[in-house]
């Protein structure tokens, strides 16, 4: 315990053990155990967060158009629908996000959007994925990546719903970690007496613990991750066209990509950095880089990446070692205050710390952008209203004759 006492006020954080004599001697073991495993190299990034603004040589880069593809549609279905039948592709479906925007408790993909009766996320997910086996006939493993916070409900949901149709023996479960948060000021926050308020660590960390849950272990045949967000109910997962045309290109990996609007428009942007493929953030574009166009009139950097890309297993395996960059976020994180209150912040109170999967794709080596249509393909749900939320998914999810 003086050692404990030590190292925390060592690291000015002793104020986590406000309400520690009270706990359970098994409470309190819990609690030294959570604090033994803090990565404190992390949290102090708080302080110095991580440039990820210096960034190296950026280009455009060479992708699969609309027209491209269209141009060989055949041939990449086929080849994709192949490499699903032999069992080469497995979908990751990220789902270990708390929502916060959303401002709902439950996992994202409980979420119902629907009118008239229910539409669940979920729901859309697997309707989507079964489609794609019943077009190949073939099972498709399928690994659900839940966080501490969310894997029970998640079970139940799917289970409850009876997975919405899909084969129970080709769904695996696996939890990400989790990281602690801080205030504006380093100070770690408490979720309760004893009980660090620990979040998901982001969706970067996926591969090592998918591996560490040894959740691959029964589908050794898998040489593609399809990796993809939850929140979009217009996600096409396990498309044989695009699995088809990343194998014909040779790539490590390939992302499905947006075509910008407009040169402002907040989405990260595929591009090469260094002569490596690299996704880059709205944000860091230049003006003069936002506004460049390429020789046929469009935008240069015109590949908005809308979360789904497909990863070699291979080169995932010879990259695993590799530590990508931390990302330091504001949030709304809810906490135990000084007084023992549980509070609820209505405005941004701190910092998490996230790895995020766009940066595996600088790792990856290559990486093929293939564009598809945004109106066929792209409804994020990450606000309530307004930009990306419930009601713009609706009105995409109508047009494409979803009954809501
Ligand atoms: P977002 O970046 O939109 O985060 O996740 P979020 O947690 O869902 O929502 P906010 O920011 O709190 O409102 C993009 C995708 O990555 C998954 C999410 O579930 C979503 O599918 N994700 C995100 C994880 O699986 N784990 C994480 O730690 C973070």
């Not at 690994?143 to 023996?169: C, Q, V, W």
Request: aromatic residues 8%; glycine residues 8%; negative net charge.
């Amino acid at each position: 315990m003086k050692e404990l006492n030590s190292l925390l006020s060592e690291k000015g954080q002793t104020h986590i053990l406000q309400g520690f004599d009270d706990l359970s001697a098994e409470a309190q073991t819990a609690f030294v155990n959570e604090i033994e495993n803090i990565d404190w190299e992390t949290v102090a990034l708080w302080k110095h967060p991580e440039d990820l603004s210096g960034k190296g040589q950026v280009e455009p880069i060479e992708g699969l158009s609309l027209k491209d593809i269209e141009a060989r549609r055949e041939e990449y279905f086929a080849l994709g629908a192949e490499a699903i039948r032999q069992g080469k592709v497995a979908c990751v479906l990220l789902a270990g996000g708390q929502g916060t925007r959303l401002g709902s408790d439950a996992p994202k993909g409980a979420y119902d959007i629907g009118i008239t009766h229910p539409v669940y996320i979920f729901e859309m997910q697997i309707k989507n994925l079964l489609s794609v086996c019943n077009a190949c006939k073939a099972h498709i493993p399928l690994f659900i990546m839940t966080s501490d916070k969310n894997d029970g409900e998640t079970r139940a949901f799917l289970e409850e719903h009876h997975y919405f149709g899909y084969p129970k023996e080709d769904i695996r479960f696996f939890r990400q970690e989790m990281a602690p948060s801080v205030d504006f000021t380093g100070k770690l926050f408490l979720e309760e007496k004893g009980r660090l308020a620990l979040s998901p660590n982001g969706n970067g960390g996926w591969y090592s613990s998918l591996k560490r849950a040894g959740a691959d272990r029964d589908f050794p045949a898998i040489e593609w991750y399809n990796v993809y967000g939850v929140d979009n109910v217009l996600q096409k997962s396990a498309d044989p066209v695009f699995v088809g045309a990343v194998i014909a290109s040779g790539m490590n990996s390939g992302a499905k990509v947006v075509r910008k609007t407009e040169p402002h428009e907040k989405v990260g942007v595929l591009c090469l950095e260094n002569g490596q493929p690299s996704v880059i953030e709205y944000y860091e574009l230049t003006e003069e880089m936002a506004n460049l166009k390429a020789k046929d009139g469009t935008l240069a950097y015109s590949f908005g990446v809308i979360l789904n890309y497909l990863l070699s297993a291979k080169r995932l395996e010879e990259i695993a070692q590799k530590r990508i960059p931390v990302h330091v976020v504001k949030k709304k994180i809810p906490y135990l205050n000084a007084q023992g209150e549980y509070v609820k912040p209505e405005t941004e109170n701190g910092y998490k710390f996230e790895t995020l999967i766009l940066d595996m794709i600088r790792l990856m080596g290559s990486c093929l952008p293939f564009e598809v249509v945004r109106e066929k393909e792209f409804a994020p749900i990450k606000n309530k209203t307004g930009v990306d939320s419930v009601e713009s998914a609706r009105l995409l999810l109508e047009q494409n004759g979803v009954k809501l």
